[in-house]
């Protein structure tokens, strides 16, 4: 019978199945129809094995579901399925290292993209500034580590946000030249001319002292010449300067 122990039903067994099936023959009493042989007794052993066979086959067909969907059910994603990690958190690794993380990279690029976006001097829907992304100006210890990411992503952020309404993205005039030969032929490229009217470009400083390592990130928005679009400074105006500062030991 069922044992509830503990508040719970303990799993049905082939014993228990037997019980409870004959518990419903007891309980049905009911006698054979004209000219049908008599059936054996409950407790007779025939009868007891035909049971045994029903309850088994019963508990099979209970019990096969839930190993199959055991089987087939895929564990939940927590993040760390292949070696995945949250971008956003520190790996134990690089915890004693001081050098710049994807942790670094999430947060400043958002920060940026905010401040970006909240500038109604920058963004303009009726003639939104046209934007090429230059490059990153490695001043560190370590000035061929690429560090591009950290513009990249920034326009991704922009790009991908309600701010894309009052800013316009171009890629580069070499990006360009590139692709025009690949998909066209040499020569191709030949009389292109950018249409970008500022520079998107972020300066990186490193200052290490008494085993701690200090990063600057200067991000800067440049007017390139006499602007078609945004707001329209000037050559060479900074039109929008702000910093990501980060410090590990």
Known sequence: MPDYRGGQAA???????????????????????????????????????????????????????????????APPNRGHAGNRMDPSRDATSEVHTGA??????ITATDRMAQDIASRLDVTNRDSPPRIVVGRIENRTSMPHQNYQVFLTRLRAQLMSSGSRNGLEFVRDRRFMEQQREREFGEGASDGYRSRADYVLTCEMWEMPSGGTWYYLLDYQLVQLRDAETGPNLGAGAIVWENKYEVKFR
């Open 11 to 73: 799993p049905a067994t082939a014993a228990t199945i037997v019980d409870i099936l004959l518990l419903l023959e007891e309980s049905r009493g009911l006698p054979c129809q004209s000219g049908e042989a008599s059936k054996p007794s409950i407790g007779h052993p025939s009868r007891k094995g035909t049971l045994v066979k029903t309850a088994a086959i019963a508990l099979i067909g209970l019990t096969l579901p839930i190993l199959v969907a055991c089987q087939t059910t």
């Open 100 to 105: 710049l993380r994807s942790t670094d990279l």
